[in-house]
Structures are given as structure tokens and as C-alpha cells.
């Protein structure tokens, strides 16, 4: 789905980034220029990148279970 129209960048672009080390929302911005031109997009990229981090954060503390 497309998170910021101007800048054609997508939720899947927005996760590779996450997944990538960004952490805030000025770190999507200098690498996707999300939310650069009108700013509608911020919240969503926000929630967006919360949803992301909050879903490392469970797999992170996942205890690996060997069979």
C-alpha cells in the first residue's frame, strides 16, 4: 500500500528500511523522503514504523525452540 503518494513510497519500502536500522521518522525520511513534500503522510509513516518496531521488539525477546 502506498504510505506517501508524492514520494510513491510504499509500506513494504517503509519495512525494508525498519528492517534496515531505521528507527525514526527523520530516518525514513533521509532515506525514502517520506513525508518530504506535503506532509500528509507523517502519521501514517509514524504508525506504520511503531507497528514495525513494536513486531522486532516481540521477535527479538522470542525464545528459539530446537526439536
Do not use: H, W
Request: one cysteine or more.
Amino acid at each position: 500500500m502506498y504510505v506517501c503518494i508524492c514520494n510513491a513510497v510504499t509500506d513494504r519500502q517503509i519495512e525494508q528500511a525498519v528492517f534496515d536500522g531505521a528507527l525514526t521518522l527523520e530516518d525514513l525520511q533521509r532515506e525514502l523522503a517520506v513525508g518530504s513534500q506535503c506532509g500528509n503522510c507523517k502519521s501514517c509513516a509514524k504508525e506504520c514504523l511503531a507497528s514495525l518496531r513494536q513486531q522486532n521488539r516481540a521477535v527479538a525477546g522470542a525464545v528459539p525452540c530446537f526439536i
